[in-house]
């Protein structure tokens, strides 16, 4: 289990899933499908997408991962997640193929989304990409627009070490004659994308050569922008409930995807997208991106947690102007920590932890990494405990993020 236990669990190829969806009558090929890859961004973009479908009132799944709370939340239609009885039924009725295939847990799980979107009979559903692209379980599916959001550095393992590297391996979602939708335009990589495009004749669009945005309004609970198309004002006063300014760099390809969707015949009207965008959270259920758990002090949660997502969470963080900020920080055992801990601000105080999965980063090897860059903690025996001293030691106007990793957001009780 890629989740639990890291790379050892990644399969580089894509035939055992091709071999579940044969033997389950290739559901992937009954409905309509967006397919989203990316570094950072795509899980919110994924949730951007699907709330606009869904009140542009199309029935929409949703497969994303990892969950944080129950298995359940990677697989959901128009919102709601998958009943813990057809995922009984599902994996009763197909233990002599498990045994057959011998799939991972991620190649079932992605069996078990496509099966469920096709026996529920979706217009539309929307495919994040677990890791990669080219070789992700996801990337059997035609869809009728392919995202790919912004490319960093994460897995360099598994995708390559250089962003052209990961770029090649994401861009391997890039069907022939599918529109391909580039949400942010990155020079290193934008050669990467072209190339494929034009190799296998997709037309491609860069949001940013399309879409601008001018952020009119910034508060907790949700941000406003200016959007402008070629220049000319389009949507005036766009709220997004979901309030990671990073949020600025997938808007773009979330806006260009639906307009593609629109010169495919969907129908989606500007109220649409204005209710799907201000409501994303209501309508799909997403957490922890840039989420307020507690006013005073004030705390917020964020799953980013690779050196471009906690770029953006610290100057987030600096925006806010505490007197103190106090981080709750853990850490896998495959991410680069050293260069992540350089980047964080000394003045913070830290608590640090590891989560209970096997790929936690032990706590006691992080404190050694933080007090060789010179960053002052303690440790703590779970999430909990850092986040419960935390909160003892924290004034009612300082701030206490909690982060550094998917599975440390997991674990917060309020969440």
Same mark, same amino acid.
């Given at each position: 289990m890629f989740q639990r236990i890291g790379n050892a669990a990644f399969k580089k190829s894509l035939d055992n899933i091709i071999a579940l969806c044969d033997a389950t009558g290739n559901p992937q090929h009954t409905y309509k499908t967006i397919h989203v890859a990316g570094t950072? +961004?795509?899980?919110?973009?994924?949730? /951007?997408?699907?709330?606009?479908?869904?009140?542009?009132?199309?029935?929409?799944?949703?497969?994303?991962?990892?969950?944080?709370?129950?298995?359940?939340?990677?697989?959901?239609?128009n919102g709601v997640e998958l009943p813990q009885?057809?995922?009984?039924?599902?994996?009763?009725?197909?233990?002599? *193929?498990?045994?057959?295939?011998?799939?991972?847990?991620?190649? /079932?799980?992605?069996?078990?989304?496509f099966k469920y979107f096709a026996d529920e009979q979706v217009d539309i559903a929307v495919i994040e990409v677990g890791l990669?692209?080219? *070789?992700?379980? &996801?990337?059997?599916?035609?869809?009728?627009a392919?995202?790919?959001?912004?490319?960093?550095?994460?897995?360099?393992?598994?995708?390559?070490?250089?962003?052209?590297?990961?770029?090649?391996? @994401?861009?391997?979602?890039?069907?022939?004659?599918?529109p391909a939708i580039i949400s942010t335009r990155q020079l290193e990589v934008a050669a990467v994308f072209e190339h494929k495009a034009a190799e296998v004749i997709a037309?491609?669009?860069?949001?940013?050569?399309?879409?601008?945005?001018?952020? @009119?309004?910034?508060?907790?609970e949700q941000q406003v922008f200016d959007v402008y198309h070629h220049g000319e004002l389009y949507l005036p006063d766009l709220q997004l409930d979901l309030t990671g300014i990073y949020q600025q760099?997938?808007?773009?390809?979330? *806006?260009?995807?639906?307009?593609?969707?629109?010169?495919?015949?969907?129908?989606?009207?500007?109220?649409?997208?204005?209710?799907g965008l201000a409501s994303t959270k209501r309508l799909t259920g997403l957490k922890g991106r840039w989420q307020v758990l507690n006013q005073s002090p004030l705390t917020i949660c964020d799953t980013g947690h690779n050196v471009d997502g906690i770029k953006q969470i610290l100057s987030q963080l600096q925006s806010l102007q505490a007197?103190?900020?106090?981080?709750?920080?853990?850490?896998?055992?495959? @991410?680069?920590?050293? &260069?992540?801990?350089? /980047?964080?601000? @000394?003045?913070?105080?830290?608590?640090?932890?590891?989560?209970?999965?096997?790929?936690?980063?032990?706590? +006691?090897?992080?404190?050694?990494?933080?007090?060789?860059?010179?960053?002052?903690?303690?440790?703590?025996?779970s999430v909990n405990a850092a986040i419960q001293a935390a909160k003892?030691?924290?004034?009612?106007?300082?701030?206490i993020f909690i982060g550094g990793s998917t599975f440390v957001v997991a674990e917060i009780e309020e969440l």
């Open positions: 950072n +961004g795509k899980g919110s973009s994924s949730h /951007m997408l699907a709330a606009v479908l869904q009140e542009a009132g199309y029935k929409t799944g949703l497969y994303t991962s990892p969950h944080l709370k129950s298995f359940t939340e990677r697989v959901r239609i009885q057809y995922l009984i039924d599902f994996v009763e009725n197909c233990k002599p *193929l498990f045994e057959q295939v011998q799939p991972s847990f991620f190649e /079932m799980t992605v069996a078990l989304a990669g692209g080219r *070789l992700d379980s &996801t990337n059997i599916i035609t869809p009728e392919s995202l790919i959001t912004n490319i960093g550095f994460d897995h360099q393992n598994l995708l390559g070490d250089t962003l052209q590297a990961i770029a090649g391996e @994401k861009a391997g979602i890039i069907k022939p004659g599918v037309p491609i669009y860069f949001a940013p050569d399309n879409y601008s945005l001018e952020l @009119k309004n910034y508060s907790l760099y997938n808007l773009p390809g979330v *806006l260009q995807t639906i307009a593609v969707l629109q010169q495919l015949d969907f129908t989606i009207t500007e109220k649409a997208i204005r209710n007197k103190q900020v106090h981080f709750v920080f853990g850490a896998v055992n495959d @991410k680069d920590v050293t &260069t992540i801990l350089q /980047m964080l601000p @000394k003045n913070y105080k830290y608590y640090f932890c590891q989560a209970t999965i096997p790929r936690a980063l032990p706590v +006691g090897e992080l404190q050694q990494k933080a007090d060789a860059v010179g960053l002052t903690g303690d440790s703590y025996s003892e030691n924290a004034a009612p106007d300082d701030v």
